[in-house]
């Protein structure tokens, strides 16, 4: 892994040097490249989980760069399942840094386009592997602790984890940007649309009257409101103009795919607001509101609040 090519990484993505990123190896065997003190839950999981939307966060080996670590002294690492991430890697027989293709902060790239939408002119070549077919990014896990913690929750769920080592928590992070981090995806502001971000929170018919609500107050202001809407929100929001279908609350699968593509379309059409409902914190939900979370800066909407225009913040939730 040449640390050179890593610094072009950050330059080009315009990411702060104290931001991780994840090296991506296509055999178990070369965890033992990049890591050391490596643990035998370490080698449970890559069994049940690899190649998948699973990184491990592991001790950093000698030789590996530090700035793939952002100078700490671990490393993350995941072997991925799609086809062409997994015939480069193997043509390349080496260890690759690999973030998300798109500028910092921004949401996350699940297209071709949407790579050159972000990085045109800043990298020479985009491999077209087709949409991702999760869309929310990997479930970042820390096994450098007494016990495995959960830093990012994706596209393994932490009820699947927790059948393979039950004593797995859920602990993100979400640390200002100019702050060190163990892990990709640890800081407040990301996945973030040009435009502000409203996330709401509470009961659904609740949810639904506020979003309308503000949706009416925004276009009184003169602004432009955008709205991702469940299917299930239709009825009640479907008339505003601009709006993004994210798919039926009851496929969370669904949502997750739509989620990144859904946000930069709406910053396309130049809304000035996106309004948008959680979606619980079971299975995928839980990861859908780390993005949502992270895209809004923190800053929540509960509806359940007794003060008006209430709600609170990462540090609270």
Do not use: C
């Not at 077919?133 to 990997?138: A, C």
């Amino acid at each position: 892994m040449d640390a050179v090519a890593l610094n072009r990484i950050y330059e080009a993505k315009e990411r702060p040097a104290n931001d991780p990123i994840i090296a991506h190896i296509a055999r178990p065997e070369q965890l033992d490249e990049l890591a050391r003190d490596i643990p035998p839950a370490a080698r449970h999981l890559a069994n049940a989980f690899w190649p998948g939307a699973l990184t491990l966060v592991l001790k950093r080996a000698p030789g590996v760069p530090e700035n793939i670590a952002a100078g700490r002294d671990t490393v993350a690492v995941r072997m991925p399942a799609h086809p062409l991430a997994r015939a480069l890697l193997l043509a390349a027989d080496v260890p690759v840094g690999a973030p998300s293709a798109n500028t910092f902060t921004r949401p996350s790239a699940t297209t071709a386009a949407h790579v050159l939408e972000d990085l045109d002119g800043r990298i020479d070549l985009v491999l077209d592997g087709g949409p991702t077919t999760i869309g929310v990014e990997s479930t970042v896990l820390d096994l450098t602790g007494t016990a495995p913690v959960v830093l990012r929750p994706g596209g393994v769920l932490l009820e699947e984890l927790q059948a393979v080592l039950p004593e797995t928590t859920l602990a993100p992070r979400y640390l200002a940007e100019d702050s060190a981090s163990d892990a990709p995806g640890q800081l407040l502001k990301h996945y973030s649309p040009r435009a502000r971000v409203r996330l709401f929170t509470g009961e659904p018919a609740a949810v639904r009257a506020r979003m309308r609500a503000e949706a009416n107050a925004l276009i009184a202001a003169g602004e432009t409101p955008g709205l991702l809407l469940a299917e299930e929100d239709i009825t009640e929001l479907g008339a505003f103009t601009d709006r993004e279908i994210l798919g039926s609350e009851r496929d969370l699968a669904a949502v997750s795919r739509r989620l990144f593509e859904a946000l930069r379309a709406l910053d396309r059409r130049g809304v000035d607001a996106i309004l948008v409902r959680d979606f619980g914190r079971e299975g995928l939900g839980a990861a859908l509101w780390d993005r949502l979370l992270r895209a809004a800066e923190g800053q929540v909407i509960d509806t359940a609040a007794s003060t008006p225009g209430a709600g609170f913040t990462a540090d609270e939730g």
